[in-house]
């Protein structure tokens, strides 16, 4: 009888992927949809009347409306990997400095502090981003726009550190103290010992916190709603524009669209590839683990 | 123990970073405290907000943000609890069922927040919602089929499932297998046994699991946005089908939306250092009792 | 330098290790009560006692390894070839070079077995691939599982037997050329196959090695060893040639131990 309950998880996933494409899927088969936006046009760059060139806008209130999802992931994208660029490194040396050369006092104090920055929620983030991140790099650096991919990305990263160093720490700490004997009983220095024994052995773990972190990245709103600009602008390299990601591309275009209209199916077109993307990930995730698992306990 | 040149290296390196994090951390609270703290009054606290949003309390939003947290709480936790026992005690190890549920709550953990805003919208509101009104209301306008605190509160119960599972199955693992074993040896059943003598024993435990999914909850935006969460209500909601105010959507929304940002600031951080000290003192409590639960089990 | 000190270090001596008045202490537990052993050169000297004697902590003291334990203290003379290791000015990663170290439960790191060979080697700093090629089979020959391994050198040293591991990390130590090796009771891990197999090893071993060998089975050290000391308490009852020890005892306390009356 207890198993019903159990069941619940099951179910709310499915659910969550079946209504959420419910109200994406009549597009396939709508004759309003397919006059205001075709599912080429969604995918692949096209010349618009005005423009001289073949482009990926996202532009749902022009004229006509576009509806060219590219700029938008390209936006998640940019802002996700420059999150991670700056929380996996500082992430993983936290654990580091905390698991193998801190004295058990500082650690008592640090862990439960860098914990502390897990439970900001990211509203608060965002709004820390939004204040105080955007001033002072606008002071230090002198950006264009003042919310733009960068500032984003440093209020992505305080989310996603905690969850990296967490769980680095926990696969530091889990590496057998006798390996570290035999290195050093070996002749090694403690910094030989962290970098060729304990992180390599910790490795399975790292990486199984590195694909949550970007997970997480991926998935975050409320911060990239605030911080990034918002501006759907399909630009790859340059970390100072602004840009607009799928998660708050859905948070903020959502509440202006009526029910069942081209715009809003698309929406739920990208919440499902959003569902998707971060579906896959956790397979990888766990793909990565026991693979890695494998090749570091037995052949 | 000797270090060189490579060590000092690596733990200057590891140490920077972690004082990088603690800066931020502490530059954030710093100005949440010293921009919000002298907000704070017992009439900022009590009453409601004016007009322009900017003046006034923001007593709505916290009645808000404690009415549906405290609804998600008495749906969700039942079912958390439930699945988590189901998996400890009942379900084999390597049971397919099992499995697939462990995977899909792992998978639950990952969905991106504003995925679980679209499934709020796609299936409580227009779906179970929509279906009640057809079958219920005979008037025109929506009275289940709408943005409230019931559906609000139901879509974060389905979001912080995860974080109660997890949690309460960590507990019940820690209570010592003799203890069931005893009890079973006197007859009695395995419902009887997990009613009587593990839940009891993993009581703190599970309590900090709920602690962290009610702080987890509290905190979330993007599910609420387009499920209840409302800009601005001059009355307090009495009924579950009623719209709510709540402290990070007023964050967010005074943040983004707010015509003069400027005059928004004092009740901007005034606002955030209430939603920051509720979700820190659920974390505080979540951890001493954590840490006493532990203690128990050490012999 | 002290006087003292000066008369050890000039005295000449056949001796590859010199322990004086050693003691090491946990906190205020005196664990190793002054304890006065030479350890010849080419020979393997066994250390028998009973468990919590403190055979252990004075080997782990030899290559300084009890450096890495909290409050732990060590105090007296211990020379090799008559420099004292514990002297201000020496670095204990040196004093680990030349004196190697096999652990009780065999700790493989979770690398290919070359790579757990070539360890040593790579971390001091050798960079030929020839030199490291060269050396880990030499090792792996010297510590009799080059025939076993040559064609998985490869794979994972996690996939090899319990016996198979520890002779990895005899090969391991044996590869950064060490003066002395000591061992904490390298086969009470192993079945009696792979216990003989190490047994053997270190008869061979002992051609070029200086030996130290913890172990509790008396019939082990009994196999192996050429000289035994034998600990009870913290302290060192007796010494001497392993013949002698078992079967002329000259203290009480030995002959006990040795006929099984405690232990």
Same mark, same amino acid.
């Given at each position: 009888?207890?198993?019903?309950?159990?069941?619940?998880?099951?179910?709310?996933?499915?659910?969550?992927?079946?209504?959420?494409?419910?109200?994406?899927?009549?597009?396939?088969?709508?004759?309003?949809?397919?006059?205001?936006?075709?599912?080429?046009?969604?995918?692949?760059?096209?010349?618009?009347?005005?423009?001289?060139?073949?482009?990926?806008?996202?532009?749902?209130?022009?004229?006509?409306?576009?509806?060219?999802?590219?700029?938008?992931?390209?936006?998640?994208?940019?802002?996700?990997?420059?999150?991670?660029?700056?929380?996996?490194?500082?992430?993983?040396?936290?654990?580091?400095?905390?698991?193998?050369?801190?004295?058990?006092?500082?650690?008592?104090?640090?862990?439960?502090?860098?914990?502390?920055?897990?439970?900001?929620?990211?509203?608060?983030?965002?709004?820390?981003?939004?204040?105080?991140?955007?001033?002072?790099?606008?002071?230090?650096?002198?950006?264009?726009?003042?919310?733009?991919?960068?500032?984003?990305?440093?209020?992505?990263?305080?989310?996603?550190?905690?969850?990296?160093?967490?769980?680095?720490?926990?696969?530091?700490?889990?590496?057998?103290?006798?390996?570290?004997?035999?290195?050093?009983?070996?002749?090694?220095?403690?910094?030989?010992?962290?970098?060729?024994?304990?992180?390599?052995?910790?490795?399975?773990?790292?990486?199984?916190?590195?694909?949550?972190?970007?997970?997480?990245?991926?998935?975050?709103?409320?911060?990239?709603?605030?911080?990034?600009?918002?501006?759907?602008?399909?630009?790859?390299?340059?970390?100072?524009?602004?840009?607009?990601?799928?998660?708050?591309?859905?948070?903020?275009?959502?509440?202006?669209?009526?029910?069942?209209?081209?715009?809003?199916?698309?929406?739920?077109?990208?919440?499902?590839?959003?569902?998707?993307?971060?579906?896959?990930?956790?397979?990888?995730?766990?793909?990565?683990?026991?693979?890695?698992?494998?090749?570091?306990?037995?052949? | 123990?000797?270090?060189?040149?490579?060590?000092?290296?690596?733990?200057?390196?590891?140490?920077?970073?972690?004082?990088?994090?603690?800066?931020?951390?502490?530059?954030?609270?710093?100005?949440?405290?010293?921009?919000?703290?002298?907000?704070?009054?017992?009439?900022?606290?009590?009453?409601?907000?004016?007009?322009?949003?900017?003046?006034?309390?923001?007593?709505?939003?916290?009645?808000?943000?404690?009415?549906?947290?405290?609804?998600?709480?008495?749906?969700?936790?039942?079912?958390?609890?439930?699945?988590?026992?189901?998996?400890?005690?009942?379900?084999?190890?390597?049971?397919?069922?099992?499995?697939?549920?462990?995977?899909?709550?792992?998978?639950?953990?990952?969905?991106?927040?504003?995925?679980?805003?679209?499934?709020?919208?796609?299936?409580?509101?227009?779906?179970?919602?929509?279906?009640?009104?057809?079958?219920?209301?005979?008037?025109?306008?929506?009275?289940?089929?709408?943005?409230?605190?019931?559906?609000?509160?139901?879509?974060?119960?389905?979001?912080?499932?995860?974080?109660?599972?997890?949690?309460?199955?960590?507990?019940?693992?820690?209570?010592?297998?003799?203890?069931?074993?005893?009890?079973?040896?006197?007859?009695?059943?395995?419902?009887?046994?997990?009613?009587?003598?593990?839940?009891?024993?993993?009581?703190?435990?599970?309590?900090?699991?709920?602690?962290?999914?009610?702080?987890?909850?509290?905190?979330?935006? =993007?599910?609420?946005?387009?499920?209840?969460?409302?800009?601005?209500?001059?009355?307090?909601?009495?009924?579950?089908?009623?719209?709510?105010?709540?402290?990070?959507?007023?964050?967010?929304?005074? =943040?983004?939306?707010?015509?003069?940002?400027?005059?928004?600031?004092?009740?901007?951080?005034?606002?955030?250092?209430?939603?920051?000290?509720?979700?820190?003192?659920?974390?505080?409590?979540?951890?001493?009792?954590?840490?006493?639960?532990?203690?128990?089990?050490?012999? | 330098?002290?006087?003292?000190?000066?008369?050890?270090?000039?005295?000449?001596?056949?001796?590859?290790?010199?322990?004086?008045?050693?003691?090491?202490?946990?906190?205020?537990?005196?664990?190793?009560?002054?304890?006065?052993?030479?350890?010849?050169?080419?020979?393997?000297?066994?250390?028998?006692?009973?468990?919590?004697?403190?055979?252990?902590?004075?080997?782990?003291?030899?290559?300084?390894?009890?450096?890495?334990?909290?409050?732990?203290?060590?105090?007296?003379?211990?020379?090799?070839?008559?420099?004292?290791?514990?002297?201000?000015?020496?670095?204990?990663?040196?004093?680990?070079?030349?004196?190697?170290?096999?652990?009780?439960?065999?700790?493989?790191?979770?690398?290919?077995?070359?790579?757990?060979?070539?360890?040593?080697?790579?971390?001091?700093?050798?960079?030929?691939?020839?030199?490291?090629?060269?050396?880990?089979?030499?090792?792996?020959?010297?510590?009799?599982?080059?025939?076993?391994?040559?064609?998985?050198?490869?794979?994972?040293?996690?996939?090899?037997?319990?016996?198979?591991?520890?002779?990895?990390?005899?090969?391991?130590?044996?590869?950064?050329?060490?003066?002395?090796?000591?061992?904490?009771?390298?086969?009470?891990?192993?079945?009696?196959?792979?216990?003989?197999?190490?047994?053997?090893?270190?008869?061979?071993?002992?051609?070029?090695?200086?030996?130290?060998?913890?172990?509790?089975?008396?019939?082990?050290?009994?196999?192996?060893?050429?000289?035994?000391?034998?600990?009870?308490?913290?302290?060192?009852?007796?010494?001497?040639?392993?013949?002698?020890?078992?079967?002329?005892?000259?203290?009480?306390?030995?002959?006990?131990?040795?006929?099984?009356?405690?232990?």
């Amino acid at each position: 009888m207890i198993a019903v309950f159990a069941l619940a998880a099951i179910v709310a996933i499915v659910l969550i992927f079946v209504f959420i494409a419910r109200q994406a899927i009549p597009m396939f088969w709508e004759t309003d949809f397919a006059q205001e936006a075709s599912l080429r046009d969604l995918f692949f760059a096209k010349q618009w009347p005005g423009y001289d060139h073949p482009v990926f806008v996202w532009q749902p209130v022009g004229e006509p409306e576009k509806f060219n999802v590219v700029p938008l992931f390209v936006g998640s994208l940019k802002v996700t990997l420059l999150a991670m660029f700056m929380s996996v490194p500082l992430g993983i040396a936290c654990a580091i400095f905390l698991a193998l050369y801190a004295p058990r006092a500082v650690r008592e104090v640090v862990k439960p502090a860098i914990e502390l920055l897990a439970g900001v929620p990211s509203v608060v983030l965002g709004f820390f981003a939004l204040m105080v991140i955007a001033s002072w790099a606008q002071a230090t650096f002198g950006f264009h726009f003042r919310l733009n991919a960068f500032v984003a990305a440093i209020g992505l990263a305080l989310a996603v550190v905690p969850v990296i160093f967490t769980i680095a720490e926990d696969a530091i700490q889990s590496v057998p103290q006798t390996l570290q004997e035999a290195a050093l009983a070996l002749g090694a220095r403690k910094y030989q010992v962290a970098l060729r024994v304990v992180l390599p052995a910790a490795l399975p773990g790292i990486a199984a916190g590195v694909v949550l972190g970007f997970g997480r990245a991926v998935g975050e709103t409320m911060i990239v709603l605030m911080a990034s600009g918002n501006a759907a602008v399909m630009e790859l390299f340059d970390f100072t524009s602004s840009v607009r990601t799928v998660t708050a591309t859905i948070a903020a275009e959502l509440g202006e669209v009526a029910q069942g209209d081209a715009h809003w199916r698309v929406l739920f077109l990208l919440g499902v590839m959003l569902f998707a993307v971060t579906f896959v990930l956790n397979l990888i995730g766990d793909l990565i683990i026991q693979r890695l698992h494998k090749k570091l306990t037995a052949s | 123990m000797k270090y060189t040149r490579k060590d000092w290296l690596l733990v200057g390196v590891a140490g920077i970073s972690v004082g990088v994090i603690l800066l931020i951390l502490a530059v954030l609270l710093g100005q949440v405290v010293f921009n919000g703290a002298p907000v704070i009054s017992m009439e900022f606290l009590t009453e409601s907000p004016g007009a322009d949003m900017v003046s006034g309390g923001i007593w709505p939003a916290i009645y808000g943000t404690v009415y549906v947290t405290l609804l998600m709480t008495l749906a969700g936790v039942p079912v958390g609890i439930a699945t988590a026992v189901y998996l400890s005690e009942y379900a084999s190890a390597s049971s397919r069922l099992a499995r697939l549920v462990r995977l899909a709550v792992n998978n639950l953990a990952g969905v991106p927040s504003i995925v679980f805003g679209l499934f709020g919208l796609g299936f409580f509101i227009i779906f179970v919602g929509g279906g009640m009104d057809a079958l219920l209301n005979d008037g025109p306008t929506p009275v289940w089929g709408k943005p409230s605190i019931l559906w609000a509160s139901l879509t974060l119960a389905v979001l912080t499932l995860p974080v109660v599972i997890v949690t309460t199955e960590e507990a019940l693992k820690r209570v010592p297998r003799e203890l069931r074993d005893a009890s079973l040896a006197l007859g009695a059943t395995r419902f009887q046994t997990v009613y009587k003598v593990v839940l009891p024993n993993a009581k703190s435990g599970i309590l900090t699991g709920v602690i962290l999914a009610v702080s987890r909850g509290a905190g979330e935006v =993007a599910p609420i946005i387009f499920c209840g969460a409302a800009n601005f209500l001059p009355y307090l909601p009495t009924d579950p089908r009623d719209m709510f105010m709540h402290l990070g959507y007023h964050v967010y929304a005074l =943040a983004t939306q707010s015509p003069n940002v400027d005059a928004a600031r004092p009740t901007l951080f005034g606002t955030v250092l209430v939603l920051l000290t509720l979700t820190f003192s659920l974390n505080l409590l979540a951890v001493i009792l954590r840490a006493r639960s532990r203690a128990a089990f050490r012999l | 330098m002290s006087e003292s000190e000066a008369a050890i270090a000039e005295v000449p001596s056949s001796a590859k290790m010199e322990t004086r008045n050693v003691s090491v202490f946990y906190g205020s537990n005196h664990a190793v009560r002054n304890v006065d052993l030479d350890i010849p050169d080419r020979s393997v000297t066994a250390l028998i006692g009973p468990s919590g004697c403190g055979k252990s902590s004075y080997l782990r003291a030899l290559n300084r390894m009890n450096d890495t334990i909290d409050g732990c203290r060590v105090e007296g003379h211990i020379l090799l070839d008559g420099q004292n290791i514990y002297s201000r000015g020496i670095d204990p990663v040196e004093v680990r070079r030349r004196v190697g170290m096999v652990f009780q439960k065999s700790n493989p790191f979770p690398k290919s077995v070359f790579d757990n060979v070539a360890f040593g080697l790579r971390i001091g700093g050798e960079t030929d691939k020839d030199v490291i090629a060269q050396r880990v089979e030499e090792s792996l020959k010297g510590a009799a599982l080059w025939d076993e391994v040559k064609d998985r050198l490869q794979s994972s040293a996690l996939g090899l037997s319990g016996g198979q591991q520890q002779r990895v990390c005899i090969a391991r130590c044996l590869a950064v050329w060490p003066e002395v090796i000591l061992m904490d009771e390298p086969a009470s891990a192993l079945d009696p196959i792979a216990t003989a197999k190490i047994e053997e090893l270190i008869r061979e071993l002992r051609e070029r090695y200086c030996i130290v060998i913890v172990t509790h089975s008396m019939q082990q050290a009994a196999r192996v060893s050429d000289s035994t000391a034998f600990f009870y308490m913290g302290e060192l009852v007796e010494q001497g040639k392993t013949e002698e020890i078992f079967t002329r005892p000259t203290k009480k306390r030995t002959e006990e131990y040795i006929s099984g009356r405690f232990g």
